[in-house]
């Protein structure tokens, strides 16, 4: 007899809803992994819309406001869809020092977005991160401003 929690079928007929449940039933419908099983998600959709989090709470037995608390709450995930072209600006010490602000605010002007923002055509996605590596960043700005 198994006792292991089931997981209905997505209504959609999704396939990537079959493939979450394989990553959900690897880790043993434990709210624990939540974090693993939303990174699975938003590899599978590209982001995490609320019906995929309605889905994982569901199936981890997890109370909806956890979920999306711990979707919101690390920004490695993201909640709307991404532009068909996302640009990363580095906004590391080192590159800060060495213009990444302007070319943030330069690329934001260009777009009418801000960091963390798409373009209303869906076009462009515009993210910041910190690499640590100033020298990496460094060969990349001054070729972006070239």
């Not at 608390?69 to 060495?98: D, I, L, Q, R």
């Not at 960091?115 to 990496?136: H, I, N």
């Amino acid at each position: 007899m198994n006792l292991a929690p089931q997981t209905p079928p997505h209504p959609s007929g999704d396939k990537r809803f079959k493939l979450l449940d394989v990553a959900i039933k690897r880790h043993q419908f434990r709210q624990d992994a939540l974090i693993e099983i939303l990174h699975t998600a938003q590899e599978l959709f590209g982001y995490l819309d609320s019906d995929v989090l309605i889905y994982v709470g569901r199936a981890v037995r997890a109370p909806l406001s956890r979920v999306y608390g711990v979707a919101t709450f690390y920004n490695f995930f993201s909640m709307k869809p991404p532009g068909e072209h996302t640009c990363v600006v580095c906004m590391g010490t080192a590159c800060y020092v060495k213009g990444a602000g302007q070319i943030l605010q330069a690329l934001e002007q260009k777009h009418g977005i801000k960091a963390g923002e798409t373009t209303e055509d869906g076009k462009v996605s515009l993210v910041t991160a910190r690499c640590g590596m100033g020298t990496f960043c460094s060969s990349q700005t001054s070729r972006a401003t070239s």
